[in-house]
């Protein structure tokens, strides 16, 4: 009887003490907003390797636009150096050689515009028509496209505290540019 009643008093003292309660409240507090600390910082890093795969995929487009010049038409029979100065440029960025060019690309080939806006597929240099009646414009001649296709693989700087770990890690990136 007398253990319970000291029990029951010793309870007592401490339902009542609310001394390290704000404590408790800011660890709470302080643990969630580390949490939107972390993502923050990752998804700014983030966002920052997308804009320079970006960089990276525009820099090897235009590299391949400055070395397979007018004389060098189509780039696929008479340019051999254009995918040694597409790699070069496109791993010239602050993520190197991690940014990697696609399978199968860089990539050429004979588009029109059509009467969507859109650019059409006309052929390669052996197959492609002298016109694009096919999109819509008799009166316009078919142009040389190359496209280049990158990817990143990014690894979040939190793994498994952040929302990045859940989502895809593969970045990648389009550029085309028209030589002629």
């Not at 966002?47 to 060098?72: K, S």
């Not at 008479?78 to 860089?106: D, F, H, I």
Request: glycine content about 6%; charged content about 10%; overall charge neutral.
């Amino acid at each position: 009887m007398r253990m319970s009643r000291i029990c029951r008093s010793a309870l007592a003292r401490l339902r009542s003490d609310v001394r390290g309660l704000a404590a408790i409240e800011f660890g709470l507090i302080a643990s969630f907003l580390a949490m939107a600390v972390l993502n923050v910082a990752d998804i700014s890093v983030f966002m920052y390797d997308r804009l320079q795969v970006n960089n990276a995929t525009q820099a090897g487009a235009q590299a391949a636009w400055e070395t397979c010049d007018l004389n060098h038409l189509p780039v696929s029979t008479k340019c051999p150096a254009m995918n040694a100065a597409v790699t070069a440029a496109v791993q010239s960025t602050s993520l190197g050689t991690g940014v990697q060019l696609q399978s199968g690309y860089p990539s050429d080939g004979f588009y029109c515009v059509n009467t969507s806006g859109a650019l059409q597929y006309m052929g390669t240099s052996s197959t492609a028509p002298d016109d694009c009646s096919t999109a819509g414009s008799a009166s316009t001649r078919p142009a040389e496209y190359v496209k280049v296709q990158t990817t990143f693989t990014y690894v979040p700087i939190f793994t498994g505290l952040s929302i990045l770990s859940f989502l895809p890690s593969t970045i990648t990136s389009t550029a085309w540019v028209r030589l002629h």
